[in-house]
Structure formats: C-alpha cells, structure tokens
C-alpha cells in the first residue's frame, strides 16, 4: 500500500483507538478522572491555540495559499505549536500524548529537522543566502549611482 492508504486508514482506525484507550484509563483511574483528563487536554488545546496559535494560524493561511507544505515547513516551528494546539483539542488520551510531544521543544525541534530533510533551520533576520551563481546585480535608476562619487574622491 501506498502512503496516501496508510494514512488514511489510521485516520480511520484512529476514533476506535481512542475510544478503545478511553476505556482502558477509565477502568483504571475511574470515569470521572478520565473525562476529567481529557477535558483539561481539550481546555489545554484551546489555550495554547488562543496564545501560540494566533499568528501561526495566519502564517498557516498564508503559506497554504501561496506555496503549501513546502512554505509550512519554513515556519516547521510554529507550525508544530499549532498542530499541538490541535491534536490538545481533539478529545481523546493519544492526540494529547501527541500534542503534549510537540510542545517539548527538542523533540519539536528535531522532527522539524526531520521534516525539512536535514537542512538547517531558516534565518529569522530577513536575510537570504544565495550562491554567487544564483545573483546578479541589478542598478536601479532611481538611486543614484555611488560610483561616479567614489571615482571623483
């Protein structure tokens, strides 16, 4: 099977598990404790979401619009607070142990190096590293040209 089946068919399964996983901390810790757990997953989702996911839900909207995964994976970061935010959201005990993964910061960090193929995390001053093969200097004429003042000097 392909990836696309794969994913599918755990997103599927994925309702059962945590129906199945429910019952089984519910029968250990007693029902009332275990809704309590996953309300305070949901309560949690909604926080992070409403603090950390405000910008990163724009970013998210501008990135899908423009160029898709490949422009998520630039803000790997932020995106994986919002999916944290998210997985809090959806009741159920293994989307929280997945959001509560995410929001450890070295284990977000490495699966964001995972996610851009090993390739160093983007500059977050503005600056762009080109090859000298992939520029070329272009005069614009509304500056004036600095060279004529440098050759007069």
Same mark, same amino acid.
């Given at each position: 099977?392909?990836?696309?089946?794969?994913?599918?068919?755990?997103?599927?399964?994925?309702?059962?598990?945590?129906?199945?996983?429910?019952?089984?901390?519910?029968?250990?810790?007693?029902? *009332?404790?275990?809704?309590?757990?996953?309300? &305070? !997953?949901?309560?949690?989702? +909604?926080?992070? /979401? =409403?603090? %950390?996911? #405000?910008?990163?839900?724009?970013?998210?909207?501008?990135?899908?619009?423009?160029?898709?995964?490949?422009?998520?994976?630039?803000?790997?970061?932020?995106?994986?607070?919002?999916?944290?935010?998210?997985?809090?959201? *959806?009741?159920?005990?293994?989307?929280?142990? &997945? !959001?509560?993964?995410?929001? +450890?910061?070295? /284990? =977000?960090? %490495?699966? #964001?190096?995972?996610?851009?193929?090993?390739?160093?995390?983007?500059?977050?001053?503005?600056?762009?590293?080109?090859?000298?093969?992939?520029?070329?200097?272009?005069?614009?004429?509304?500056?004036?040209?600095?060279?004529?003042?440098?050759?007069?000097?």
């Amino acid at each position: 099977m392909n990836l696309a089946k794969w994913l599918m068919l755990a997103l599927l399964a994925l309702p059962l598990a945590e129906l199945a996983t429910f019952i089984a901390v519910a029968a250990t810790i007693g029902f *009332i404790w275990a809704l309590a757990l996953v309300l &305070a !997953g949901s309560f949690t989702g +909604v926080l992070i /979401l =409403r603090h %950390a996911g #405000g910008n990163h839900i724009a970013r998210v909207r501008v990135a899908l619009s423009d160029g898709g995964v490949t422009a998520l994976q630039a803000d790997s970061s932020g995106f994986l607070v919002l999916l944290a935010g998210i997985l809090l959201l *959806i009741p159920g005990f293994i989307t929280d142990i &997945a !959001g509560l993964l995410l929001l +450890v910061a070295p /284990l =977000r960090q %490495a699966l #964001g190096t995972w996610l851009r193929g090993g390739a160093p995390p983007p500059r977050r001053d503005g600056v762009v590293d080109l090859e000298p093969e992939q520029w070329r200097r272009v005069g614009d004429p509304a500056l004036p040209d600095r060279r004529d003042n440098d050759e007069k000097r």
